[in-house]
């Protein structure tokens, strides 16, 4: 257990590190900033190399919502969901602490001022979406998300090909939902900068738990109809 655990810290940390260090240090870079299409690729960049890297170790969840509808869905063990959340938090939080370390050493960087890739709704969303237009984003992507997961990692599905559509599958939500909330659909995504912001961010946060986890049980739900059940 302890194996997966650390797995899934360090596949977290890649995760927040990776997806949101591009769009606090490239996104917006002069002449040859990444924008929402990069931003959105490295996000599912992570995934899929984190899925190859410790998929056989820990199921590379590397997400609160991802491992309860994993748990809805009848393929993990509630016992194991306090351990994997913990792991995750922290790996979330340990990664934001790297990039705030890199960002502060440009001159004038402030986390607050940049936003420090949070999410957010209302003032807080890049598009200004109201608050139910992001938490209606939030449970849809998450719950999609979930039937791509369960999908791919179904024992009739074609092997070896899950990572990649999982990756191409968080890629395709950033394209969709970064001007509603900048992308969630992973509270511990969420904390981890969070904290760093602190204020509108950390008020906003339970939005960014609350989505992400009905979400992943909708879609663990509908999965279950449509798929017939623990395969």
């Known amino acids: 257990m302890m194996n997966k655990l ?3 810290f360090f596949g977290t940390f890649w995760l927040v590190l990776g997806g949101c260090g591009s769009a606090v240090l490239a996104a917006a870079f002069p002449n040859v900033g990444i924008g929402l299409l990069g931003v959105s690729l490295a996000f599912g960049l992570t995934v899929l ?11 590379c969840h590397l997400n609160p919502a991802v491992s309860v509808g994993l748990w809805a869905g009848g393929r993990f063990s509630a016992k194991d969901l306090p351990g994997y959340v913990i792991a995750q938090v922290l790996g979330a939080m340990a990664a934001a602490a ?32 109201s608050m139910v237009a992001a938490l209606v984003c939030e449970v849809v992507m998450t719950a999609m998300f979930l039937i791509v997961i369960l999908g791919a990692t179904d024992s009739r599905a074609p092997k070896g090909f899950a990572p990649i559509a999982i990756g191409l599958c968080l890629t395709l939500i950033h ?12 509270p511990a995504r969420s904390t981890g900068v969070a904290i760093f912001v602190g204020g509108w961010a950390i008020q906003q946060l339970w939005a960014f738990w ?22």
């Open 6 to 8: 650390v797995a899934e």
């Open 49 to 59: 190399t984190m899925a190859f890297a410790i998929g056989h170790i820990s199921g």
């Open 98 to 129: 790297v990039l705030f370390v890199i960002a502060s050493g440009k001159p004038g960087f402030d986390a607050v001022a940049s936003g420090f890739a949070c999410n957010g709704f209302a003032e807080h969303s890049p598009g200004h979406y």
């Open 175 to 186: 394209l969709v939902s970064i001007p509603v909330t900048n992308t969630s659909v992973n």
């Open 210 to 231: 609350l989505a992400p986890i009905v979400g992943a049980v909708v879609g663990a739900v509908v999965y279950r109809v449509i798929g017939g059940g623990e395969k």
